[in-house]
Nanobody, 122 residues
C-alpha cells in the first residue's frame, strides 16, 4: 500500500524557515522522481518542486525559486523541502507524491498523505 507521511509544518513569521519531511512507503522509492505540492484554501493543488530519482535534475515553481530546496535520501525513503524566506502566500497544506509518468508535472499516485500545514503570518 502506497503511503506518504508529511511532517515539519507549523506557524512561522514572514522571512522565517521550515524544513518539511515526507516518509514514503509501499513502493520502490529510489525508482521514482518525487514531488512536493501545496494547496491553499480555495485554490487548486499546485506543484512546488520536483526531483529526479538520482537527484540530478530539479524543478521549482517560479514562485519559490531561490527560496525552496528539494532533496531526497533514497536510503531512508524520504524527501525533504527546505523553505527559506517564507512569505504569507506560501501558506498552504504541503503534500508529497511520486511521479509515475511525464516528469515533473505528470501522473502521480492516486493516494495522498494527510499533508502538513504551513502558515506564514506575523
Amino acid at each position: 500500500q502506497v503511503r506518504f507521511v508529511e511532517s515539519g509544518g507549523g506557524l512561522v513569521q514572514p522571512g522565517g524557515s521550515l524544513r518539511l519531511s515526507c516518509a514514503a512507503s509501499g513502493f520502490n522509492f529510489a525508482w521514482y522522481a518525487m514531488t512536493w505540492y501545496r494547496q491553499a484554501p480555495g485554490k487548486e493543488r499546485e506543484l512546488v518542486a520536483a526531483i529526479t530519482r538520482a537527484g540530478d535534475s530539479i524543478n521549482y515553481a517560479d514562485s519559490v525559486k531561490g527560496r525552496f530546496t528539494i532533496s531526497r535520501d533514497n536510503a531512508k525513503n524520504t524527501v525533504f523541502l527546505q523553505m527559506n524566506s517564507l512569505k504569507p502566500e506560501d501558506t498552504a497544506v504541503y503534500y508529497c507524491n511520486a511521479v509515475l509518468s511525464n516528469y515533473p508535472h505528470g501522473r502521480v499516485f492516486p493516494s495522498w498523505g494527510q499533508g502538513t500545514q504551513v502558515t506564514v503570518s506575523s
